[in-house]
């Protein structure tokens, strides 16, 4: 099932800022949300809120080395950083869920963006590359939608509603931008034009399948994790967005999900130490326990090296280096923390890690 809506900006607490928004809004008309109280739908609206320019911090950092590792620690404490990208500058980029903020590291200089001049409800949790260098984030455990334009401004998208959340987040091939909605049951596209698309997921209002991250497959699929019910799932971009389902033996948790770029696909398990393995032309899945020296008994983020290799982050101090078999080729720790979370590997070999221990560390292979 879809239903169509707009995000709605939400209003300022800055009076330049309300005034900005103010403007969009009579550009654009009446803003709708997903249904009226009587659950007849409505006709769409369409817009994208204004991008403002929000106060930033600076921060020059001291980066400490550790042998491979080097990190450095953010001003701040218990800011909860969750996710890192990498920009198409070199800058890296990284959420902070306890303030509700992004920062981006360039070189040793931190800029801290403050997001939430624009709303108190803002929130901070996963990237997500979207067209003409825009940076995309949810908002999670909020259902708010943000992305920082290439040139230091803010987007950002209000709720569909107060029970919305918004989780994992990825581009489409065709430009859209999905993210997931865990409380709602549903995963959302989000098209050029602000138009929001949500397509159920759980029938039941999310209580039995809460989708979890999501990344962009090959052709018109988009391939996102169910974690309550063990399954992996697929959502056409065009059509009526019909969803496939696919279990992952084992009645685990899938967690996160990476494209391997031959039309298969990585899933790490959360209370297993062990992979999930898809291919996406027969929908078969297979189980790939890890080999080694295992600090845990569950996996955190994972990204894919440019030689097929797999890099996975555990909910401890140890970043592990693994290969297509499960064979684990390297074990990192990083120093001072103890739950390393997002994990991105840069262009030029390097991976990222963000620690929740406010720690941003970049491993050299």
Request: glycine share 12%; hydrophobic share 45%; no cysteine.
């Given at each position: 099932?879809?239903?169509?809506?707009?995000?709605?900006?939400?209003?300022?607490?800055?009076?330049?800022?309300?005034?900005?928004?103010?403007?969009?809004?009579?550009?654009?008309?009446?803003?709708?949300?997903?249904?009226?109280?009587?659950?007849?739908?409505?006709?769409?609206?369409?817009?994208?809120?204004?991008?403002?320019?929000?106060?930033?911090?600076?921060?020059?950092?001291?980066?400490?080395?550790?042998?491979?590792?080097?990190?450095?620690?953010?001003?701040?404490?218990?800011?909860?950083?969750?996710?890192?990208?990498?920009?198409?500058?070199?800058?890296?980029?990284?959420?902070?869920?306890?303030?509700?903020?992004?920062?981006?590291?360039?070189?040793?200089?931190?800029?801290?963006?403050?997001?939430?001049?624009?709303?108190?409800?803002?929130?901070?949790?996963?990237?997500?590359?979207?067209?003409?260098?825009?940076?995309?984030?949810?908002?999670?455990?909020?259902?708010?939608?943000?992305?920082?334009?290439?040139?230091?401004?803010?987007?950002?998208?209000?709720?569909?509603?107060?029970?919305?959340?918004?989780?994992?987040?990825?581009?489409?091939?065709?430009?859209?931008?999905?993210?997931?909605?865990?409380?709602?049951?549903?995963?959302?596209?989000?098209?050029?034009?602000?138009?929001?698309?949500?397509?159920?997921?759980?029938?039941?209002?999310?209580?039995?399948?809460?989708?979890?991250?999501?990344?962009?497959?090959?052709?018109?699929?988009?391939?996102?994790?169910?974690?309550?019910?063990?399954?992996?799932?697929?959502?056409?971009?065009?059509?009526?967005?019909?969803?496939?389902?696919?279990?992952?033996?084992?009645?685990?948790?899938?967690?996160?999900?990476?494209?391997?770029?031959?039309?298969?696909?990585?899933?790490?398990?959360?209370?297993?130490?062990?992979?999930?393995?898809?291919?996406?032309?027969?929908?078969?899945?297979?189980?790939?326990?890890?080999?080694?020296?295992?600090?845990?008994?569950?996996?955190?983020?994972?990204?894919?090296?440019?030689?097929?290799?797999?890099?996975?982050?555990?909910?401890?101090?140890?970043?592990?280096?693994?290969?297509?078999?499960?064979?684990?080729?390297?074990?990192?720790?990083?120093?001072?923390?103890?739950?390393?979370?997002?994990?991105?590997v840069a262009p030029d070999g390097a991976v990222w890690v963000a620690a929740r221990d406010d720690i941003i560390a970049k491993i050299t292979p």
């Amino acid at each position: 099932m879809a239903a169509t809506t707009s995000f709605r900006p939400r209003g300022a607490r800055l009076p330049i800022l309300v005034i900005a928004l103010g403007v969009v809004l009579l550009a654009v008309g009446i803003w709708f949300v997903a249904g009226r109280s009587d659950g007849s739908p409505v006709t769409p609206a369409q817009g994208i809120p204004v991008a403002v320019a929000v106060p930033t911090r600076v921060t020059e950092l001291t980066p400490v080395g550790h042998g491979a590792v080097t990190t450095w620690k953010i001003p701040v404490a218990l800011v909860g950083l969750r996710s890192v990208a990498i920009g198409p500058d070199g800058r890296v980029w990284v959420t902070e869920q306890n303030l509700a903020e992004v920062a981006s590291l360039d070189g040793n200089e931190l800029t801290r963006y403050a997001v939430t001049a624009i709303s108190d409800n803002a929130g901070a949790f996963s990237f997500g590359w979207g067209p003409d260098g825009a940076l995309w984030f949810t908002g999670y455990p909020g259902g708010s939608l943000g992305r920082v334009m290439p040139d230091g401004r803010v987007n950002l998208f209000e709720s569909r509603g107060e029970a919305a959340t918004t989780l994992g987040i990825a581009a489409a091939s065709d430009g859209s931008i999905w993210t997931t909605d865990p409380n709602l049951g549903a995963v959302v596209r989000v098209g050029s034009d602000g138009t929001v698309t949500p397509v159920v997921v759980s029938a039941d209002g999310g209580r039995t399948q809460r989708p979890g991250f999501i990344v962009a497959g090959s052709g018109d699929q988009m391939w996102f994790t169910i974690p309550d019910t063990s399954q992996v799932a697929t959502v056409s971009t065009t059509g009526d967005h019909g969803i496939t389902r696919y279990t992952v033996p084992g009645l685990v948790t899938p967690r996160n999900i990476v494209a391997a770029g031959d039309g298969t696909y990585w899933v790490t398990l959360e209370d297993k130490a062990a992979l999930a393995h898809v291919d996406g032309s027969t929908g078969h899945v297979a189980v790939v326990p890890l080999h080694g020296a295992i600090p845990t008994d569950g996996l955190n983020d994972l990204a894919l090296a440019q030689d097929g290799t797999l890099w996975i982050t555990t909910p401890s101090d140890t970043v592990l280096h693994v290969s297509t078999s499960g064979r684990v080729l390297a074990r990192v720790a990083i120093a001072g923390a103890s739950y390393a979370d997002g994990i991105t590997v840069a262009p030029d070999g390097a991976v990222w890690v963000a620690a929740r221990d406010d720690i941003i560390a970049k491993i050299t292979p």
